[in-house]
């Protein structure tokens, strides 16, 4: 009996060279998870560059209002299902409680963007706070998730992607609790310009490296 199962185990078990070469629906499936954090991470950023020119005033601050939080509550949205996508990938891997780790961060920060989009004001700053770091775990435990992908795909040589997302979470972590704090605690005398500048650069690079990896897949 053991000996059976054996086979069974040994039978179903797939390398990620073979998973490449068969391009089963679990590949279809993880290309197009890759594709919707892609797409979300774009419009995140894409709300984060509107703050910024909101911040300098313009004429437009009415129509900027209403249609940031819709793209920030869109684009976290698309990365949680991107997520839930990705969970086809192979056993094998080990990647499945990283992955469940990451949805659920980000779900968190799903609730804090919608909570801003549907305009209700019931997070206060600790709550904020940690629903924001809860998503940013959630990129973290995402890039991790990649890196355990590589090591399956036998693609050591594209690891260092991996530690380009990570620098990535850590520029729009440290600028996003910066500029949390620094808004709540009315410090308008330092300069917001440059906290929110090093976050924009972490969103940017974040579906850039996104991107770069998915084409391991094709």
Known sequence: MNHESAAVAESESISG???LRDAPDSLKSTRRGLKLVIYGGVLVFLAAVGVLYFLFGTEMQTI?????????????LIIFAGTIFCLSIPEQAGVRRLLIGAAVGFFAKVIFSGTIFFNTEVLNLPVALFLKLAGNVGFILFALALRKLLLYLNRPDQMWKVHCLLGSVVLFLMGSWCLELVTDLGLVGLRLITIYSVMLVGFFLYPCFTFSLKKVLR
Do not use: K, S, T
């Not at 900027?64 to 976290?76: R, T, Y």
């Open 17 to 19: 060279e073979e998973w």
């Open 64 to 76: 900027f209002m209403n249609v940031l939080p819709v793209m920030a509550f869109a684009g976290n």
